[in-house]
């Protein structure tokens, strides 16, 4: 087994541009659902706004980047109204199954085959981030750095830009909740209707989270499609709204650290467990006291098993998350 | 008891109108700052709230009490905008309320608390009360975005809030959360919070529920307070010591409907209202039986 094989990409996960995009995915949803209490299951569709927004442009209206980041800006609005002006007024869970069933919507209609000639279908949308990569001040094909940190000239241009936008939106994030603003969201997350009887307009606040919050999550489709070069339906799915659940919870929710170092964490790990098993199994299928455990078409789905148990594992022992206080948790249902 | 205490000018005007006030359910005040007209409510097959006429006395601390079910927090709910009744109409101050949606009757001056206690708990006890100001730049996201546009206005609130907190002697709970409160102080968390919207009504559901008896003595003076600081008080209770003690006009609801109304010594004596909090053929009046 290759140990420094295993912990080099570990390593390397930990920054890498997946990590910046769960990172980004993230922290909006921590702005809808961490600090104002949205239960949004649906962020893979806000996600699919950017990367499309994004794809369309260059491919159909031949316009530059710029116009894709602002026609994504425009599909999260009109997506936020959408799944908001129903659901907002009602109780948190009407907001969650309209999220989950939205998002699935959003990723069956752009790989439909009647709209194959708008959304590529299942073979996406490619060879749109040209302007993207002529931006880059490195040259593409160069390695740069050393191991476990070296990347070819796009990989680092991506990285830079999507860490950039990691760095710039947990600021603006930490501003937002430490304003008056944040205040009021935050108070509708403990309970609406006392905000309710002191003036605000919660539904107003609730739709403004969502859209903020999809907003951020739309710069991380982007960041995903642009580092692939395409936009694949399939890369929006539930999993990846859930894995991005998953690594905010770890990272401790209503939290900006929270929110960046949860996501690395998690995509460390699961790089790590998928490193490890396959090393485990790359020559003959793994055995313990003669039973076989696990063989090499297998490490996909145990991993998957491993997060499961792992999450578990997390919400018994520290369900506040890494950064999460103890004390804000021990204040639930007093 | 009464004699010795100092009302202010508007408290004494009310408690004066009110003195010539005929006790009867639903009698029209000299000046009224809450007015409800034909308000009916039904849940199904149920009349909630069927309230034919009733004002609220500006400047005065009217109880409305009634047994349990005859539609008191149902009135505050449809009164606030939390709920909208099937038909009649209601103003608060001359403005018409029958398209106000809740939020808004805050920011007119009319606020209300909650019979369970809706402190925010994961905020602190400072946060809780500037959540309470209304107008505040930073509450839009633009404005939050860029802290030297609400700081100014910032901490004026939070000097406000500070003052009402040692008025409320919630001082050295400042920064703590709300959550580490116990009942009673939470109950004066909510009143105080309220108070930061600077209401001209308050209206306060069960203020007394849970709260020890040494609570419930500065919790009433707390009530007179308000009330010689300029404000009209409409609470809902079912202690009747307090009730007697504190009230200058006191509603009686039963079923939905306004049954009785009139000063406390009018009130203790009815016996309409005795009949409803204890079936017929009781003799006794509500406080014999309460020091029996």
Redesign the interface.
């Given at each position: 087994m290759d140990i420094i094989k295993i912990l080099e990409n570990t390593i390397s996960a930990f920054f890498g541009i997946d990590a910046a995009y769960f990172a980004l995915a993230a922290i909006g949803l921590n702005i809808q659902f961490g600090y104002t209490g949205l239960l949004n299951f649906g962020q893979s569709a806000f996600m699919a706004c950017g990367a499309y927004g994004l794809g369309m442009t260059s491919q159909y209206f031949g316009v530059g980047m710029w116009w894709g980041i602002l026609i994504g800006l425009a599909l999260v609005i009109i997506l936020g109204l959408l799944v908001g002006i129903p659901t907002l007024r009602l109780r948190a869970d009407y907001l969650a199954i309209v999220t989950i069933a939205t998002a699935e919507i959003v990723r069956l209609v752009v790989r439909s085959v009647r709209f194959k000639e708008y959304f590529g279908g299942s073979d996406g949308i490619n060879s749109f981030s040209s302007s993207f990569r002529d931006l880059s001040p490195f040259d593409p094909g160069a390695q740069y750095g050393v191991r476990p940190f070296q990347y070819s000239g796009y990989s680092l241009w991506t990285m830079i830009v999507g860490w950039s936008l990691v760095i710039i939106f947990s600021f603006?994030v930490y501003?937002?909740m430490?304003?008056?603003?944040?205040?009021?969201v935050?108070?509708i997350?403990?309970?609406e209707?006392?905000?309710?009887?002191?003036?605000?307009?919660?539904y107003s606040y609730k739709m403004?989270s969502l859209i903020?919050g999809g907003v951020v999550g739309m710069f991380s489709g982007m960041i995903f499609a642009l580092d692939r070069g395409s936009v694949q339906p399939d890369n929006y799915s539930r999993d990846v709204t859930f894995y991005v659940l998953t690594a905010l919870v770890l990272g401790g929710v209503a939290r900006v650290s929270g929110s960046v170092i949860g996501p690395m964490m998690f995509w460390g790990l699961y790089v790590f467990s998928d490193n490890f098993l396959r090393e485990l199994t790359k020559d003959r299928p793994f055995e313990m006291f003669g039973i076989g455990i696990i063989q090499k078409s297998q490490v996909g789905p145990v991993n998957y098993m491993l997060i499961g148990l792992g999450l578990m594992l997390l919400m018994t022992f520290r369900p506040q998350g890494i950064f999460g206080s103890k004390?804000?948790m021990a204040?639930?249902g007093? | 008891m009464d004699a010795e205490r100092t009302y202010t000018e508007l408290a004494q005007r009310a408690r004066a109108a009110l003195a010539s006030v005929n006790a009867s359910p639903g009698v029209a005040k000299p000046d009224p700052i809450l007015l409800a007209e034909n308000v009916r409510r039904n849940f199904g097959g149920v009349t909630a709230v069927d309230v034919q006429h009733l004002e609220v006395q500006r400047g005065s601390i009217t109880a409305l009490i009634g047994p349990n079910g005859a539609g008191k927090t149902t009135l505050f709910n449809l009164l606030t905008g939390f709920d909208t009744p099937d038909n009649g109409e209601w103003m608060f101050d001359s403005k018409n309320l029958k398209k106000v949606v809740a939020h808004k009757t805050a920011s007119l001056g009319m606020v209300r608390t909650f019979q369970l206690t809706k402190s925010l708990t994961k905020l602190s006890v400072i946060e809780n009360m500037k959540l309470g100001a209304t107008h505040q730049m930073g509450e839009k996201w633009w404005n939050g975005l860029l802290p030297f546009r609400y700081r100014k206005q910032e901490s004026m609130i939070e000097r406000r809030a500070d003052e009402l907190l040692k008025r409320f002697k919630l001082d050295h709970m400042r920064d703590q959360y709300a959550g580490t409160l116990s009942g009673g102080q939470r109950k004066l968390l909510e009143m105080a919070r309220a108070l930061m919207t600077n209401p001209r009504l308050v209206m306060l559901d069960e203020p007394m529920a849970g709260v020890n008896p040494a609570l419930k003595q500065s919790l009433n003076e707390h009530i007179r307070g308000l009330r010689d600081d300029g404000m009209t008080v409409l609470f809902v209770e079912h202690d009747m010591d307090m009730v007697h003690d504190i009230s200058d006009w006191v509603v009686v609801m039963a079923e939905g409907r306004i049954i009785a109304e009139g000063t406390p010594e009018q009130i203790s004596s009815n016996p309409a209202v005795i009949e409803a909090y204890l079936g017929t053929h009781q003799g006794k009046s509500l406080l014999e039986e309460e020091n029996a």
């Open positions: 603006l501003l937002l430490k304003s008056p603003w944040g205040r009021v935050k108070a997350r403990e309970d209707d006392a905000v309710r009887s002191l003036g605000k307009n919660v403004q903020i004390e804000e204040l639930d007093r | -």
